[in-house]
T-cell receptor
Framework: GNSVTQMEGPVTLSEEAFLTINCTYTATGYPSLFWYVQYPGEGLQLLLKATKADDKGSNKGFEATYRKETTSFHLEKGSVQVSDSAVYFCALKATDKLIFGTGTRLQVFP | GAGVSQSPSNKVTEKGKDVELRCDPISGHTALYWYRQSLGQGLEFLIYFQGNSAPDKSGLPSDRFSAERTGGSVSTLTIQRTQQEDSAVYLC?????????????????FGAGSRLTVL
């Protein structure tokens, strides 16, 4: 079946450090891929998405490239800020429902 | 409405009682999802409604859980004979109609959630 695997957290970084959160997937067909973010005390919201191979989703300085050959959609940011502290969820949608990974908590310290 | 509305925002109940959680999706959104988020856990899919199709109930953890969606809009998630392990935040989300990878049907708007505590 379809599934998403994320690196376990928490990921702890200093401000301005480079961020990578790994995400790999298993799916039939050609899924769309997403990163959702949950800031402290807030609801989940879409961060970025990519709908086909080699697409790059980007938003708020975050980027992720849809890599079909490695079935990956790793989230990256060149310079994190304290305000990026949140839980990040990788997700895929193949034919119907949206399937989420377990989430990765990011903690950024000044 | 402007967003996905869930009620109650917090519910404390005793073990063995039944609870109902309500979700009011964005007007015009045909797809509606229920997820569960437990402390330290990820997002667990529960059930998915799409238009008039039969719901996908494959994520419901036991027969104590059920959900319905009346008139293609408001949904109610019911948990019977609650157990302590049911304690979690129950999230509802909806999305636009349409098919294909480029449609808005792929983007979910989440409610703030209903926090359930079973004592």
């Amino acid at each position: 079946g379809n599934s998403v695997t994320q690196m376990e957290g928490p990921v702890t970084l200093s401000e301005e450090a480079f961020l990578t959160i790994n995400c790999t997937y298993t799916a039939t067909g050609y899924p769309s891929l997403f990163w959702y973010v949950q800031y402290p005390g807030e609801g989940l919201q879409l961060l970025l998405k990519a709908t086909k191979a080699d697409d790059k989703g980007s938003n708020k300085g975050f980027e992720a490239t849809y890599r079909k050959e490695t079935t990956s959609f790793h989230l990256e940011k060149g310079s994190v800020q304290v305000s990026d502290s949140a839980v990040y969820f990788c997700a895929l949608k193949a034919t119907d429902k949206l399937i989420f990974g377990t989430g990765t908590r990011l903690q950024v310290f000044p | 409405g402007a967003g996905v509305s869930q009620s109650p925002s917090n519910k404390v109940t005793e073990k063995g009682k039944d609870v109902e959680l309500r979700c009011d999706p964005i007007s015009g959104h045909t797809a509606l999802y229920w997820y569960r988020q437990s402390l330290g856990q990820g997002l667990e899919f529960l059930i998915y409604f799409q238009g008039n199709s039969a719901p996908d109930k494959s994520g419901l953890p036991s027969d104590r859980f059920s959900a319905e969606r009346t008139g293609g809009s408001v949904s109610t998630l019911t948990i019977q004979r609650t157990q302590q392990e049911d304690s979690a935040v129950y999230l509802c989300a909806s999305s636009q109609p349409g098919t294909g990878s480029l449609s808005g049907a792929n983007v979910l708007t989440f409610g703030a959630g209903s926090r359930l505590t079973v004592l």
